[in-house]
């Protein structure tokens, strides 16, 4: 359903936020695949833009993340209540408010469960019956066997 897409969604935020206000996200592994240098200096521009601002010493990525990081560490623990809130796209009112508790296990299991499809370790799975309309707008359904 619509709310499972949301909740999940939410919950992974949930999870990388967290880890990053403890200091558990490690990007090396990011930038090494990307091949992007974290100690190489930012552009004259970009730099011009930073020194504005006054943190000339954030020359780098390197510089910058750590700054970053250590901000993050000051933050405290989000609440284990997450809220799904609907507002009308003409004017913001509020439709409806969901909150429902944050589930480590089950968002785990799920993110696992996507890593295994984008790493090829398991075939996708097709839609309901009940929403097989979905595939009329899938740009895979002409080489879809579902």
Request: net charge positive.
């Amino acid at each position: 359903t619509k709310n499972q897409k949301t909740k999940f969604q939410m919950m992974t935020y949930k999870l990388l936020f967290d880890k990053l206000c403890a200091g558990k996200q490690n990007l090396n592994q990011i930038f090494a695949h990307l091949n992007v240098d974290t100690n190489k200096k930012f552009s004259t521009y970009l730099q011009k833009e930073i020194d504005e601002q006054g943190l000339q010493s954030l020359d780098c990525i390197a510089k910058f993340l750590e700054c970053i990081f250590k901000l993050f560490s000051l933050i405290p623990k989000s609440s284990e209540t997450l809220q799904i809130e609907y507002r009308h796209q003409q004017d913001s009112s509020e439709i409806g408010k969901i909150d429902f508790e944050f589930e480590k296990k089950w968002i785990q299991n799920n993110i696992e469960w996507v890593i295994q499809l984008w790493n090829r370790e398991r075939r996708s799975v097709g839609v309901k019956d009940e929403e097989s309309w979905k595939c009329n707008y899938c740009s895979f359904r002409m080489k879809c066997s579902w």
